[in-house]
């Protein structure tokens, strides 16, 4: 944050924070008695075509499975199934769409009580002692995976798309 590229640096940030922020991501409370709040930290990444990218991330490593995790698991697609179902789409000329969703992680709502304190160099005045309740899984988080893909399962099978038990991660939607 001291080099010569510190304002874009500083406005990528804050734009990080604006987006955790409209998403509802944590509300600022005292730290229940017997508590730890787990550390964040900034990651920067400068982007090939120049763009600035900052990411807060939680330092999930100083969790403890039972009490602030229970699972961490999350399904992957067999690449045996991919090529199968591009196979099938070339043959009965199936129309395919494939999406990426910007800061995915952060729709998963969290079901453990997870606190961590607030990031550096946006520490809310007047709330310094103040820790964030966690309401969905940011970055680093060990069950970051586990609740996006709750979410993600949720929201598809409310779309009426089938869940595929011969892979996990296949949905296929009839009509």
Not at 70 to 96: K, M, N, Q, Y
Request: with cysteine; glycine share 6%; hydrophobic share 40%.
């Amino acid at each position: 944050m001291r080099s010569a590229q510190a304002d874009q640096w500083h406005d990528t940030c804050q734009y990080e924070m604006d987006t955790l922020a409209k998403n509802g991501t944590w509300t600022l409370v005292d730290l229940p008695a017997g508590r730890k709040a787990v550390k964040s930290k900034w990651v920067f990444k400068r982007k090939t075509d120049g763009r600035y990218r900052a990411r807060l991330v939680a330092k999930g490593f100083t969790q403890i499975q039972g009490i602030d995790y229970d699972e961490t698991f999350s399904p992957v697609a067999r690449f045996e199934s991919l090529r199968l179902i591009l196979a099938l789409a070339a043959l009965e000329d199936w129309e395919i769409h494939q999406m990426d969703i910007k800061s995915a992680f952060l729709n998963g709502l969290l079901e453990e009580e997870i606190y961590m304190e607030q990031p550096e160099g946006f520490i809310t005045p007047g709330q310094e002692s103040k820790v964030c309740l966690l309401k969905k899984a940011i970055y680093g988080l060990k069950q970051a995976l586990c609740a996006w893909n709750i979410q993600f399962h949720r929201v598809l099978i409310e779309l009426s798309f089938m869940h595929m038990y011969s892979n996990a991660r296949i949905y296929v939607y009839r009509r």
